[in-house]
Each structure stands twice: as C-alpha cells, then as structure tokens.
C-alpha cells in the first residue's frame, strides 16, 4: 500500500489529506485540524501510516500582509507541530509553494476574482478529477496537494 500526503496547514482550517493506492483501489482520508487536538491528529495520522509507505507534501508557507501577530504565531506553531509530527512518524516530506502546486492544476487566482469564486474553482476542479471524494472548503487544498504528491513522487526529499 502506498499513501500520499497533502498538507495545507492552515490553523483553523487546516487539514491533512491522504490517498491510499491499495493495488487497483484507491481510498481518501482528511483530518481537519478544527476538529481535532494536536495529540489526537497525531494519534489519527499515525493510525492511518503505520507500516505504510508514504510521500508527503507540506505547503510551504509564511504569513502575510494584514495577519495579526496573534493569527501568524498560532498559524507557525501549526506549521512547527505539523514538521515535528512529520519526523516523528518518519514521514519524509516535501514543501511546495501554494503558486506550484495550484500552477500544475492551472488554477491561478484571477487578479480580480474573489477569494469566494476562487475556492469555488478549486472544489469544483477536485470533484472533477476525484468525482468520489466528498469535497469542502476545508478539505479541498489539502486533497490537491495529495494529488499533486501523487503526480510528483519523483521529487526529492528534502527532510528525511
């Protein structure tokens, strides 16, 4: 069995998506950081890759104009608790920037289009390429990462 791993790590709406390739079947699997503790997402990623061969992609992030100092230490931490989880497991892991994953979808944000109509485009384009996965705003970015993980296997590691 292979799993791949995409991981949007959003405080709030934060969320790790996997797909598993079990010979001919392919099953998907999200854990939304809003409806969990720290420990109990560990806990459910754990049970879900032990003795499991994985790659992952982390969205490498940073914060950005008009966040609160509050909103970007919660937002790190996240990001630091999801890298630390990563090498706990023994998970290795890539970052990719949200431009180059969203570019291989060609799924660029309109100069003027809303951030509403934007993530419309990206849970209408998953449903699309994965009609049985049950999509949500939440779940979206992390499932595409997945699929993006899924499509780049070939690239290096950058953490062991």
Excluded at 121 to 140: C, G, S, W, Y
Aim: proline content about 4%; aromatic content about 10%.
């Amino acid at each position: 069995m292979k799993a791949y791993l995409g991981i949007d790590p959003g405080s709030a709406s934060g969320c790790i998506a996997m797909i598993f390739k079990i010979e001919d079947q392919t099953r998907y699997k999200t854990i939304e950081f809003s409806k969990y503790t720290t420990k109990e997402w560990l806990e459910e990623l754990r049970s879900y890759i032990s003795h499991t061969d994985c790659t992952a992609i982390l969205e490498k992030v940073h914060g950005m104009p008009g966040m609160g100092v509050a909103s970007i230490s919660a937002f790190m931490k996240n990001v630091g608790n999801i890298e630390m989880a990563l090498l706990a497991l023994g998970i290795p892991f890539k970052e990719v920037t949200p431009q180059t994953w969203m570019k291989y979808y060609n799924l660029k944000k309109e100069k003027d289009e809303s951030k509403t109509d934007w993530k419309r485009r990206l849970r209408e384009h998953l449903q699309r390429i994965m009609p049985d996965f049950k999509v949500t705003n939440d779940t979206a970015d992390a499932m595409l990462i997945a699929n993006y993980a899924m499509q780049h296997e070939d690239l290096p590691n950058i953490r062991p």
